[in-house]
């Protein structure tokens, strides 16, 4: 029995050594693969424009499938690669391969395009803020791997219905998914002249080869590189957690490209339990008195952005004195 026991432990010590080694030898591989990526893109840039300037952009599919269009068409006009992108509601968020002034023209063709579609749509958006002309340099892999999970964690943020693999608008939902879009779509090439006039809102250009379209857009798993930003993760456990984190992990970075600081209603709900026991000592922010609750709201809505409709759900405030509270805009 002790000899079986004995033995048991040796197996375990040497399956523990066999996980240390291939551990490292993944996170190896990804230092190898990181730099491997930068010798043949170039500098990686992350793309952002700020979306707590620039008012709505878009609302409809139709208007998310132009921008997701845009951006691949964009990419190829300025020879920017990408691994990531991301379309908001007013903002864009985009990684890409290249060099600095193809970052600046990747958006400048972004936002020409989109002023030429806002036109013919009966729309005037004002693109003043709608810039980045200091996009971030990533310099190591864990600033690549934090970057992308910042990125691809956005879409399902803003929009309560999705969650991170099946935002359609961005290459982020391909990552550690590619069973979601298995629509192999038709080659750039051989969709009909209308139809790349219409992407392109001007006259039709030549894409690359591997361009697809699909879904009334050019497929985001057909432009973005994402099969060389997942080898930046050591396996699909380490992009989930990065995904996941909380959102302290993201607070700083979303001041500093100027975006608003999103959380899910099981992000918030931490944080009001939190307030509550740290400024009037209740464990359950529902238990709290009406004058508390409403000092906990007004704190998460201005330095959490919660929503009107988190507040009620989180505090079990009645709407009407949330609508008193937070009145709803013009």
């Known amino acids: 029995m002790h000899l079986i026991f004995a033995l048991r432990i040796a197996t375990s010590g040497e399956r523990f050594r066999m996980n ?28 952002s424009t700020p979306g707590n300037l620039t008012e709505t952009l878009f609302v409809e599919d139709e208007d998310f499938q132009f921008a997701v269009s845009n951006s691949a068409i964009s990419a190829a006009e300025s020879g920017l690669v990408i691994f990531t992108d991301q379309i908001m509601g007013n903002h864009i968020h985009t990684l890409g391969g290249g060099t600095k002034p193809q970052c600046i023209d990747y ?68 990552y550690f998914n590619h069973s979601l879009h298995s629509d192999p779509g038709i080659p750039y090439v051989e969709i009909p002249f209308r139809t790349k006039r219409h992407l392109c809102r001007r006259r039709a250009i030549e894409m690359p080869p591997g361009y697809r379209y699909g879904r009334g857009m050019i497929l985001p798993e057909s432009y973005a590189l994402y099969h060389e930003g997942e080898m930046m993760f050591r396996d699909a456990h380490q992009y989930f957690y990065l995904l996941t984190r909380n959102y302290e992990a993201y607070s700083e970075e979303a001041k500093r490209l100027g975006d608003a600081i999103l959380l899910t209603d099981e992000e918030i709900y931490p944080v009001a339990k939190m307030l509550a026991w740290r400024d009037f000592k209740v464990k359950q922010p529902s238990l709290l008195p009406a004058n508390a609750k409403i000092a906990i709201a007004r704190t998460l809505h201005a330095d959490y952005h919660a929503t009107p409709n988190q507040i009620r759900r989180v505090l079990a405030l009645p709407k009407e004195i949330v609508q008193q509270l937070f009145p709803p805009q013009a």
């Open 20 to 47: 240390e080694r291939s551990f490292g030898e993944r996170e190896r591989q990804c230092e190898r693969h990181y730099y491997d990526v930068c010798r043949r893109y170039g500098q990686l840039w992350h793309i």
């Open 107 to 174: 958006l400048e063709r972004f936002t020409y395009r989109l002023e030429k579609y806002s036109s013919q749509q009966g729309k005037f958006l004002k693109l003043s803020q709608f810039r980045c002309d200091d996009p971030i340099e990533i310099t190591t892999l864990d600033m690549m791997r934090n970057e992308i999970a910042y990125i691809n964690r956005n879409g399902y943020l803003v929009n309560p219905t999705h969650t991170p693999f099946s935002y359609p608008w961005g290459s982020g939902s391909v």
